[in-house]
């Protein structure tokens, strides 16, 4: 079900409790993605999201989506889940909650080339007005996250395990994209955030799914999930404009 965020002029659909399924900007209105050049800690991140959502003219409700960079997975779900808890707490003190509801999208990816010393924030989506009659939409980056009782990921150890693994993600997109009520067709950047060999089930399962939604390519970063363990994602976005941040 679609929820509107009034204040941001977006609705989005329920994901988890830090964050959205998918957002869509209202009619008279589209998203915008903005990265910074260099990844920033996480408050002084926000602290310039509000900057720049002030220098466009925008209320800090009009942010729709967060992505975050953090220099090694977490190493279970106690300690993934008390980061969780610290970022719905920022995101409330800032106003942001629709309903006791997480409205943005999110990406944590862990990099491996030790770029950020510290969880920080990389990049950040928002709503501006446009003459845009396309619909310009985004989902969160969809893991198939299984927890074993220890706490620690239940992942797949095999190619057809993690085959079934990619397939089992890309329909989870899917539902997230019909869900928003936007299609393939819109997308501009499908991502695929794995160190995984394993290109050949991108083309095997992603590329017939996303039709003409894989006309732009597939991005292929090579980070890490957020929690040890675990092996790929992927997030897809219909957008059409994009800044750098300095």
Known sequence: MRIPNSGGNFHFTTGSAFYASAVIADPGFEIVRAVFENPLPLN??????????????????ALCGIELR??????????????????????????????????LTRANLA?????????????????????ETRPTFATSAVANLKFAPDGTVDEP???????????LIARAVDEKIQEIGANWALATQVRIYTVQPISDFFVQIILPLAGLG??????????????????????????LKEVVLR
């Open 111 to 131: 990099v491996t080339d030790g770029s950020v010393d510290q969880q920080c924030v990389y990049a950040f989506l928002y709503t501006i007005p446009s003459m």
């Open 214 to 239: 894989a006309r732009h390519g597939l991005n292929w970063y090579y980070v890490l999930p957020p929690v040890q363990g675990m092996t790929v994602e992927v997030d897809v976005r219909g957008l």
């Open 70 to 103: 953090a220099p090694a997975p977490y190493p279970n779900r106690a300690s993934f889940t008390e980061f969780n808890s610290t970022y719905v707490d920022r995101l409330r003190s800032l106003g942001l909650l629709v309903d006791e509801r997480v409205p």
């Open 157 to 167: 150890n095999s190619r057809e395990g993690l085959k079934e693994h990619v397939s």
């Open 44 to 61: 002084a991140g926000f602290n310039a999201i509000q900057r720049e959502l002030k220098n466009q003219g925008r209320p800090v409700k």
